[in-house]
């Protein structure tokens, strides 16, 4: 931008539902150069008036019988007067993270009386192969009985978990393509993504541990509880994730409902390579900042 400018229009593409952070900087000219600290940072979001998915769950994981439950809100923010209703719901399904050949997957349009953000839907899509693939769905909106959609919810996936066996460990990865922010914030209430496992496919998931939403990988190398691997073992993981859309006007955004924004990847069954040692090898953080003696620039911004 210019330096005489001091407005700016962001196109997008956007997300309903996200709120957006902004600052700006100032980069001085030469010889002495440089950039300038950031500015204040503002918040921004656009109004929800659009469904919001708030969580994609595998229920059952098969190759042709699994399960995945979609959880949806009504739009917070639409003005019931503009649009009295009846409203109702069609919800659309693609193959992959990243599909877009999305098929209509209700027979009949759901129907929602309540019209109720605090009241989430819910709609459990059957006979899929979780074992083998992720799916990706969207809310299709209707707010009056012309038949015509009156808007529709960002698409979100269900979440792509991938176990590797490796000298002494497991690779866990996992992958997933969805509109709200996974990223840990503790004080939003929004904690880590959770690590579970059993061995074989007998007995309780047991919670072995935890890793920061920005991270989308762990090894297992036996720290939970200190216990080796069993190279005659079989394990079973599922990885629960964490996000949210940072938007008190979102049911999900309250730490009381942190749960339903989990997200249940299908467990990987792996048998680990017979390990020569048991490695376990704990680590130490250090965290430090540093400040500067700048000038900010002031910045405001306006939904």
């Not at 659009?50 to 769950?57: G, K, L, Q, R």
């Not at 917070?76 to 009295?84: G, Q």
């Not at 216990?227 to 996000?243: F, I, K, M, Q």
């Amino acid at each position: 931008m210019g330096v005489e400018e001091t407005t700016f229009r962001d196109n997008g593409p956007l997300s309903v539902g996200i709120s957006y952070s902004y600052v700006i900087t100032v980069n001085f000219p030469e010889p002495q150069g440089g950039v300038s600290l950031a500015s204040t940072e503002v918040c921004v979001r656009l109004p929800v008036v659009a469904p919001v998915i708030t969580n994609v769950s595998v229920l059952n994981t098969a190759t042709a019988s699994g399960e995945i439950e979609v959880r949806w809100i009504f739009p917070p923010e639409l003005d019931l007067t503009s649009f009295p209703g009846p409203y109702s719901y069609n919800l659309y399904r693609a193959e992959g993270l990243t599909g877009t050949n999305f098929v209509r997957i209700n027979t009949l349009p759901i129907p929602d009386p309540a019209a109720d953000p605090n009241t989430p839907l819910s709609f459990t899509d059957t006979g899929l192969n979780t074992q083998d693939l992720a799916y990706r769905y969207f809310v299709e909106f209707f707010a009056d009985i012309t038949g015509v959609p009156t808007d529709s919810s960002e698409a979100a996936s269900s979440v792509r978990l991938d176990a590797t066996p490796a000298e002494n460990s497991i690779i866990l990865e996992w992958n997933f393509n969805v509109p709200w922010s996974n990223r840990t914030d503790v004080a939003e209430g929004v904690g880590p993504h959770l690590i579970y496992r059993r061995t074989a496919n007998v007995g309780v998931f047991q919670l072995i541990d935890s890793v920061n939403v920005g991270q989308t990988r762990y090894v297992d190398v036996g720290q939970f509880n200190n216990e080796c691997l069993n190279p005659d073992s079989v394990y079973v993981y599922y990885v629960s994730t964490r996000g949210s859309y940072f938007n008190p006007t979102v049911i999900l955004f309250r730490p009381c409902s942190m749960i339903r924004r989990r997200i249940w990847p299908a467990p990987k069954t792996i048998r680990r390579h017979r390990p020569r040692f048991c490695l376990f090898c704990p680590t130490i953080a250090a965290f430090w900042t540093t400040s500067f003696a700048a000038t900010r620039p002031i910045l405001t911004a306006a939904p």
